[in-house]
């Protein structure tokens, strides 16, 4: 079930019902929408010939998005680079707003963006250099410790507990999409953690596949490695779980609807490594 929209504002709520225009609306988490509004109409702008100029951009299945609630809805994606694929999902969103079906072309959309979105990201890479990642932190970042990996390599710390209460904080204000295997590594294990949130929250879950970025991009997403590539994000029907669904059984099942399961060739290729 999905629960009411909540709206924040720095005006006292006896004044709030008179700002119309949202000029003082807030997000979760003490950010100005208006202030995140430009944020993201400047990363669009910057960003747009890299989907459509430099790359080609292939997206099927927006239909699946055109009648979802505009909050409580998780996306679940595999992951290719830092920026680049969560841009091409902030185009994607502020076109749906605008009707657009399947296409970010041409972008109009961009003089009134879609602005409750988010993003949950490691805090470490949100740290990274450069307008770009500061920009995109205002526009929506939800940030988290990473209790297994950090800068490149395998660790174990504690769990950031806050993490499941700031991104039920986003689901409540909109959407937000997360990465469930927390790395751009492909055919890496689906998080515990996704199913966990899904239980508590219970959000409407939308699948996505995307392909191409890794090809593209570098690893930040920020520079160009290979131009001209086809860039696909693919949305699939929303998943539904049930209510006494196991753990094991969730993750599963994300993992295929992400298409990570590892393929049988890969499967062979480890076993004769590790008989190695």
């Known amino acids: 079930m999905i629960k009411p929209k909540t709206t924040y504002s720095v005006l006292p709520r006896w004044l709030d019902r008179l700002d119309f225009l949202g000029l003082f609306e807030k997000d979760p988490f003490g950010n100005l929408l208006i202030v995140r509004r430009l944020a993201i109409i400047l990363i669009g702008w910057f960003t747009y010939y ?75 890479t949100m740290k990274e250099g450069g307008i770009l990642p500061r920009l995109f932190s205002i526009g929506g970042a939800i940030t ?76 930040k997403g920020l520079r160009f490695k290979k131009r001209n590539t086809t860039l696909t994000v693919q949305f699939k029907p929303p998943m539904h779980f049930l209510p006494n669904e196991s753990v094991e059984s969730m993750v599963a099942r994300v993992t295929t609807a992400i298409e990570q399961d590892i393929p049988k060739e890969r499967m062979t290729w480890l076993g004769e490594e590790g008989l190695g």
């Open 50 to 124: 890299r989907y459509t100029a430099v790359n080609k951009i292939r997206i099927r299945g927006t239909e699946h998005l055109l009648n979802l609630p505009d909050h409580g809805v998780l996306f679940l994606s595999n992951h290719q680079t830092y920026f680049a694929d969560v841009i091409a999902f902030y185009h994607i969103f502020c076109a749906v707003k605008w009707g657009y079906k399947d296409t970010i072309s041409p972008p109009f959309y961009l003089f009134s963006p879609r602005v409750r979105n988010y993003y949950v990201a490691a805090s470490e």
């Open 144 to 219: 988290v410790e990473r209790s297994w990996r950090a800068q490149g390599e395998n660790v174990k710390r504690n769990l950031d507990n806050s993490a499941q209460d700031k991104i039920g904080m986003g689901l409540d204000h909109g959407w937000v999409v997360s990465f469930p295997q927390g790395t751009t590594k492909p055919y890496a294990p689906v998080r515990k953690g996704t199913a966990y949130l899904i239980k508590e929250h219970q959000p409407i879950v939308v699948p996505v596949v995307i392909n191409g970025f890794r090809r593209a991009f570098d690893k």
